[in-house]
T-cell receptor, first 114, second 113 residues
Framework: DSGVTQTPKHLITATGQRVTLRCSPR?????VYWYQQSLDQGLQFLIQ???????AKGNILERFSAQQFPDLHSELNLSSLELGDSALYFC?????????????FGPGTRLTVT | AQSVTQLDSHVSVSEGTPVLLRCNYS??????LFWYVQHPNKGLQLLLK??????LVKGINGFEAEFKKSETSFHLTKPSAHMSDAAEYFC???????????FGTGTRLTVIP
């Protein structure tokens, strides 16, 4: 158990809908990262927050947004969902920012868009 | 630009025999390199990392990897495979100072009893 929690575990929704994925980092970790794992694209970095502020951005679509709250939990919002958004979404956390800090991954949220 | 290439999408070994999972990287700068493992229906777990210290890195569960700059390689090895090693393994690169990780396409390791 990494100490990172993600809810929900599974989510099934229809095209055009909007969903919110939630992540609670390990106690004391300030950085939160979001990743998408799909059969087409593999594992891709989406976005990073550090202590409430956006720190780095990867291949995140404009339909997607994220935020980190004062209690350091993070939410990833996916809107106008398309079939191709079906994937496993991972959250990771680290003590601080930078590659020297190990990222601890949550179990993921499996999103199915029908 | 930086990227990683995992040379084998699937590796199959017998229990008790050595494991070799191959990874080549390209990076314009001094990279940090990692190996992560993903067991079925689980999140990712860090096996080991290289961040410009010793070139031979020891990780968890008996795995190790050697950073070879001349060959731009970071192959993962284990002397003796165990059934519990069956999983997907990802080679990952990160630029020094950068925050995001770039994942390889993964190598699925099958261990035959």
């Amino acid at each position: 158990d990494s100490g990172v929690t993600q809810t929900p575990k599974h989510l099934i929704t229809a095209t055009g809908q909007r969903v919110t994925l939630r992540c609670s980092p390990r106690s004391g970790d300030l950085s939160v990262y979001w990743y998408q794992q799909s059969l087409d694209q593999g594992l891709q970095f989406l976005i990073q927050y550090y202590n409430g502020e956006e720190r780095a951005k990867g291949n995140i679509l404009e339909r997607f947004s994220a935020q980190q709250f004062p209690d350091l939990h993070s939410e990833l919002n996916l809107s106008s969902l398309e079939l191709g958004d079906s994937a496993l979404y991972f959250c990771a956390s680290s003590a601080s920012s930078g590659p020297h800090y190990e990222q601890y991954f949550g179990p993921g949220t499996r999103l199915t868009v029908t | 630009a930086q990227s990683v290439t995992q040379l084998d999408s699937h590796v199959s070994v017998s229990e008790g025999t050595p494991v070799l999972l191959r990874c080549n990287y390209s990076s314009s700068y001094s990279p940090s390199l990692f190996w992560y493992v993903q067991h079925p229906n689980k999140g990712l777990q860090l096996l080991l990392k290289y961040t410009s210290a010793a070139t031979l890195v020891k990780g968890i569960n008996g795995f190790e990897a050697e950073f070879k700059k001349s060959e731009t390689s970071f192959h993962l090895t284990k002397p003796s495979a165990h059934m519990s090693d069956a999983a997907e393994y990802f080679c990952v690169v990160s630029l020094t100072g950068a925050n995001n990780l770039f994942f390889g396409t993964g190598t699925r390791l099958t261990v035959i009893p």
